[in-house]
């Protein structure tokens, strides 16, 4: 989420779901899992979308990243229609699948595979910067095998930032964690983001933990029901950095809950 600078103003659109349905089919017959949805996230915003477990926050987010094709309705980033994966749209995922037979550095290099305008050189040289953003400066020659969760989860996020994109998408990336490495890898993550040296504008992340939300998110998109639509829409304007044990923090978080049960 670089700072405004020339471009669109803060809370410009960047990603538009607009109307999007979807059906899963099963044994022939369709599941509906998503109904209707809509939202929208901004210039340097970060949009987090909960509801509960199976509701279909990773089928949206999947949506999202053009690696599923809505039933109906349309996913415009940028003002371009998402018609599959796209080199500005990146994502992480929860337990981010790592070759094993490379080290940290070629992982993240493995992510720039298709892009065909960089040199080797050149593409070392990015993931280099990228391990060095995610604070993995001195684990490049390092094999998935030998790192903890959360410095695989690192690997991951380095692996997003590497590739430039204009959207982040985060798909409950904390929550395999321990809760201190979660916290620390939160708090990271999010001045990443929001840092003026990434070409991040906006981010979508999917989280079941409703603190880990308060905590990150400008706006938050409750989903609901089955098949799922938007049960609620907050945006947070509570000052940053938050403080997680304020009352003004519970009663946000409260805020939420009342939209899940
Ligand atoms: N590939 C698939 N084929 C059929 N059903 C699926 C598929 N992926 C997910 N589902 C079903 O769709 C629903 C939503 O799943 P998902 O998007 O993973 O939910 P969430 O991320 O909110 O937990 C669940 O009922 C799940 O079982
Ligand atoms: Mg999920």
Not at 103 to 131: H, I, M, P, W, Y
Request: glycine share 8%; charged share 25%; aromatic share 4%.
């Amino acid at each position: 989420m670089s700072q405004s600078g020339p471009g669109l103003p803060r809370g410009a659109p960047v990603v538009k779901v607009e109307h999007v349905r979807l059906d899963y089919h099963k044994e022939k017959e369709p599941l509906p899992v998503l109904a209707d949805v809509s939202l929208q996230a901004g210039r340097d915003e970060l949009v987090a979308i909960t509801g509960p477990s199976g509701c279909g926050k990773s089928t949206l987010l999947r949506i999202v990243a053009g690696l599923i094709k809505p039933s109906s309705g349309v996913v415009r980033v940028l003002e371009s229609e998402v018609k599959g994966p796209r080199e500005d749209v990146a994502m992480v995922f929860q337990n981010f699948v790592l070759l094993p037979w490379r080290t940290a550095l070629e992982n993240v290099v493995f992510g720039l595979s298709s892009r065909k305008d960089l040199t080797e050189v050149q593409k070392r040289q990015k993931a280099q910067e990228a391990l060095d953003s995610a604070g993995l400066t001195g684990f490049e020659n390092v094999y998935p095998g030998e790192l903890s969760g959360g410095m695989k989860q690192r690997v991951g996020v380095a692996r997003a930032l590497a590739t430039e994109p204009k959207v982040m998408l985060m798909d409950e990336p904390f929550s395999s964690l321990d809760d201190i490495t979660a916290e620390r890898l939160r708090v990271e993550t999010h001045s990443l983001l929001i840092s003026p040296s990434t070409s991040i504008q906006s981010v979508i992340l999917v989280s079941h933990n409703v603190e880990e939300i308060i905590e990150l998110a400008d706006k938050v998109v409750v989903l609901s029901g089955r098949p799922a639509h938007v049960a609620g829409e907050l945006t947070v304007d509570l000052p940053r950095p938050r403080n997680k044990k304020s009352d003004e923090f519970f009663k946000w978080v409260d805020r939420v809950y009342a939209y899940l049960s």
